[in-house]
């Protein structure tokens, strides 16, 4: 079993549609959680990190779910400029991030 | 501010060859890591430096090396490149080690080709 799995996607929505992606993760030490978006054949983009609490950016809303290992990311009214593949990772040891493969999201007009 | 910067940003070697790669973190971070990251894969860890010391290696074998200067800049060694080596190869700065929600910046990445 992999440490962190995501849905590869893709992820086909019209532009104004609200996507949902999940993450989980096999090591219940970890202590936190983030999601990254990554363009293509650029640099992953820290996009948010997600406390126990839950937390949200505008659009964007992140949630932990530590009983279930799983984190998500929701991304309301998508425009056309959040197509991306969009990493999870996870810190167990503190210096040392595990990323899953990335969820690819394509929004069309 | 800069962002985390590297060079090369492509690099073409044959397979035996070794390469260098450069990375500068933001400045004031004095930690920083290398992840390989091949196509359809997310980035994996190689290492990390904080203080020019290593703090953490991942599952890679002995051809590859690092290390981390004063300025607290840092170069990944690859000796003896394989076909396999080809992959994006990103550096990421966070301002210390340890630590909860210490984020970790990526630069722009070296992209490295091994014919």
């Known amino acids: 079993r992999k440490e962190v799995e995501q849905d590869p996607g893709p992820f086909n929505v019209p532009e104004g549609a609200t996507v949902a992606f999940n993450c989980t993760y096999s090591n219940s030490a970890s202590q936190s959680f983030f999601w990254y978006r990554q363009d293509c054949r650029k640099e992953p983009k820290l996009l948010m990190s997600v406390y126990s609490s839950g937390n949200e950016d505008g659009r964007f809303t992140a949630q932990l779910n530590r009983a279930s290992q799983y984190i998500s990311l929701l991304i309301r009214d998508s425009k056309l400029s959040d197509s991306a593949t969009y990493l999870c990772?996870?810190?167990?040891?503190?210096?040392?991030?595990?990323f899953g493969t990335g969820t690819r999201l394509q929004v069309f007009p | 501010d800069a962002g985390v910067t590297q060079s090369p940003t492509h690099l073409i070697k044959t397979r035996g060859q070794q390469v260098t790669l450069r990375c500068s973190p933001i400045?004031?971070?004095?930690?920083v890591s290398w992840y390989q990251q091949v196509l359809g894969q997310g980035p994996q860890f190689i290492f990390q430096?904080?203080?020019?010391?290593?703090?953490g290696r991942g599952n890679f074998p002995d051809r590859f090396s690092a290390r981390q200067f004063p300025n607290y800049s840092s170069e990944l060694n690859v000796n003896a490149l394989l076909l396999g080596d080809s992959a994006l190869y990103l550096c990421?700065?966070?301002?210390?080690?340890?630590?909860?929600?210490?984020?970790?910046?990526f630069g722009p990445g070296t992209r490295l080709t091994v014919l």
């Open positions: 400045s004031g971070h004095k930690s």
């Open positions: 990421a700065s966070r301002l210390l080690a340890g630590g909860f929600y210490n984020e970790q910046f």
């Open positions: 990772a996870v810190n167990a040891d503190t210096d040392k991030l595990i």
């Open positions: 430096y904080y203080e020019k010391e290593e703090r």
